[in-house]
């Protein structure tokens, strides 16, 4: 079992989640470098306004883009979610 940290968030209308594999942040391109988390973070902050499905696919061909077509050497998974609100319980102010 891999060690990890519990925590918790408020989430507000409109937030989205991302979760991924490893696999996706170290996949390399034709000179070695791997993608990274800098550059996975960079693109989703500034990929806010579409949906989550938009945003998943252009990364996703961000990442074919990246690596040139070439298989990547790990399993890559995205998931990605956006919170609707809570219509039964309006945020308090």
Do not use: K
């Not at 070695?32 to 696919?57: I, K, M, N, W, Y």
């Amino acid at each position: 079992v891999m060690p990890f940290e519990e925590g918790r968030v408020i989430l507000e209308r409109g937030d989205r989640l991302y979760l991924y594999t490893d696999g996706l942040v170290e996949l390399t391109n034709n000179d070695g470098e791997e993608f990274g988390d800098d550059r996975l973070c960079e693109f989703l902050h500034a990929a806010r306004d579409p949906s989550v499905q938009t945003t998943c696919d252009r990364l996703m061909l961000l990442l074919e883009q990246w690596s040139s077509g070439a298989h990547p050497g790990d399993d890559m998974t995205l998931v990605g979610l956006e919170f609707l609100g809570n219509d039964h319980n309006p945020p308090t102010q």
